[in-house]
């Protein structure tokens, strides 16, 4: 399991370590599943990530900030941030399909790019992606400006 360098874990070992080695560790390339009768006892989806980052999507280097809303009974809308560019000047914010089967859930299609940073107040990223869908439109909400501000996007899905 990779853990991204902004995660901050119970026992905080991760922020004890100098600047140079957190700098150093990796970022997550893809997202995994897990699921839960009550919130409290989680089991790991072993049949590998559900989401991982492609340059052939776009996608460059990492995948991080996740945002789901269901679409239907088996359906969800995965919304996600990742590096449109590979010197890592540019984050935009992706979508995909993804379909719940029981306990599964499998990835049915990427849709790419669905917001990109176009505001001045965006400088260069968007990120943070919390989607909600409702009356048949799709309202996200995300992070862009380094984090200094949030944006409404809203789409007829």
Not at 89 to 108: K, S
């Amino acid at each position: 399991m990779t853990m991204s360098r902004e995660e901050a874990d119970c026992n905080n070992e991760t922020k004890k370590l100098p600047k140079e080695q957190r700098a150093g560790r990796p970022h997550p390339t893809s997202i995994g599943h897990a699921y839960s009768p009550d919130g409290l006892d989680w089991t790991i989806d072993e049949t590998g990530a559900i989401l991982t980052a492609e340059e052939t999507s776009g996608e460059h280097q990492r995948i991080r900030h996740i945002g789901c809303t269901r679409i239907d009974n088996t359906h969800i809308l995965a919304t996600y941030s990742c590096f449109a560019n590979t010197d890592a000047t540019c984050e935009n914010i992706f979508a995909a399909t993804l379909q719940i089967n029981g306990q599964a859930v499998r990835l049915v299609h990427k849709h790419g790019t669905i917001l990109t940073p176009q505001g001045e107040w965006e400088k260069r990223n968007v990120r943070d992606p919390f989607p909600i869908f409702q009356d048949k439109k799709l309202y996200l909400y995300y992070a862009g400006g380094g984090e200094k501000g949030i944006g409404l996007a809203i789409s007829a899905y």
